[in-house]
T-cell receptor, first 113, second 113 residues
């Protein structure tokens, strides 16, 4: 069965520090991988997605993610975190056709001065 | 502007009083879905629809109904709400179930007392 694991429930980083949020997946088909961000009081917004090709994907707001097939991972990174990045982040995996999009349970990011 | 609109944003109701949460999208998407979000449990899919008049159960369908009479609308119906349905609800739409970007509404915070 498909599954997505985000090992870190809550991460706190200092403003200006680098960030890496982990995502591991288990999926039988060729995966389509996504990262979404949920700011307080808002719906989810797509940060970036990976379908094929270059394994390093650039997204909005200065985020990037790297697909590592051998590790079944799709970790999200940002070189320098801003206070406005405080939010909940969700990794998701899917495939073409009538297969569901499976979400991880999310990682809450806090940013301190 | 591409968007998914949910109404209401906030709702407090009493046990057993039927309610409907509306969802509308303007992107001509075939696929729409409803999720509930609870602390520690992440996003769980309630129902989804692949097209007009085609709906199916997600992971947690008990106590909910949906309909898809028009492509743009996908209302969520709670015929007899109970306190365990207190949650944050999201509607989403996309051009494909598992491989395309999902666009989310801003959420409906439901409290059942």
């Amino acid at each position: 069965a498909q599954s997505v694991t985000q090992p870190d429930i809550h991460i706190t980083v200092s403003e200006g520090a680098s960030l890496e949020l982990r995502c591991n997946y288990s999926y039988g088909a060729t995966p389509y991988l996504f990262w979404y961000v949920q700011s307080p009081g808002q719906g989810l917004q797509l940060l970036l997605k990976y379908f094929s090709g270059d394994t390093l994907v650039q997204g909005i707001k200065g985020f990037e993610a790297e697909f590592k097939r051998s590790q079944s991972s799709f970790n999200l990174r940002k070189p320098s975190v801003h206070w406005s990045d405080a939010a909940e982040y969700f990794c998701a995996v899917g495939a073409r056709g009538n297969t569901p999009l499976v979400f991880g349970k999310g990682t809450r990011l806090s940013v301190i001065a | 502007e591409a968007q998914v609109t949910q109404n209401p944003r906030y709702l407090i109701t009493v046990t057993g009083k039927k309610l409907t949460v509306t969802c509308s999208q303007n992107m001509n998407h075939e696929y729409m879905s409803w999720y509930r979000q609870d602390p520690g449990l992440g996003l769980r899919q309630i129902y989804y629809s692949m097209n007009v008049e085609v709906t199916d159960k997600g992971d947690v369908p008990e106590g909910y109904k949906v309909s898809r009479k028009e492509k743009r609308n996908f209302p969520l119906i709670l015929e007899s709400p109970s306190p365990n349905q207190t949650s944050l609800y999201f509607c989403a739409s996309s051009s494909d179930r598992g491989s395309a970007e999902a666009f989310f509404g801003q959420g409906t915070r439901l409290t059942v007392v």
